[in-house]
């Protein structure tokens, strides 16, 4: 499994009123929430986000409240992978609950810049800077999780079952 894309940059601690601002939460569609996803820190994000596309953060990404919204804000923008130094714990977890595929790596969340061209493989774990011709080694997701992520989450994986 992989995913490729242009990078959108963050920095520590972006939590998740600012991926999804409490105004929208009463929206139950992830199509409308991806309109708004980032626009507390990034105003144009939801229209130059293209299917794919990556978020690179430093530490603690998605931190503060427990709400899947996030996530799901997230994905049904089209981006196909975060990356981050750390990730709050919740916000991990309903990550691959909802099918978001995520990567610890620091070294790569340093490095990479904006606009960089990035290629990740769940597989391995591996990161490719294609932009800068540089490689990371982050953290590979074990069979169980890429299932899950496959099944585009963990009800459907579960169903499938």
Do not use: W
């Not at 603690?60 to 981050?84: L, T």
């Amino acid at each position: 499994m992989k995913a490729s894309g242009k990078v959108f940059k963050y920095g520590d601690n972006v939590d998740t009123d600012v991926i999804i601002p409490a105004r929208y939460l009463n929206a139950p569609d992830p199509a409308e929430l991806a309109k708004h996803c980032m626009e507390d820190i990034d105003i144009d994000f939801a229209k130059n986000v293209k299917k794919g596309d990556i978020i690179v953060a430093n530490k603690n990404f998605g931190c503060g409240s427990s709400r899947e919204h996030a996530p799901i804000s997230i994905k049904a923008s089209g981006v196909s992978c975060v990356i981050a130094e750390t990730f709050a714990r919740i916000f991990y977890r309903n990550s691959i609950n909802i099918g978001l595929p995520i990567i610890e790596c620091p070294e790569a969340a340093k490095a990479i810049e904006n606009g960089d061209e990035v290629e990740v493989d769940f597989d391995s774990g591996k990161i490719y800077d294609r932009t800068k011709g540089t490689e990371y080694q982050g953290q590979a997701f074990p069979e169980f999780m890429q299932k899950i992520i496959k099944a585009e989450g963990l009800i459907n994986y579960i169903n499938n079952k």
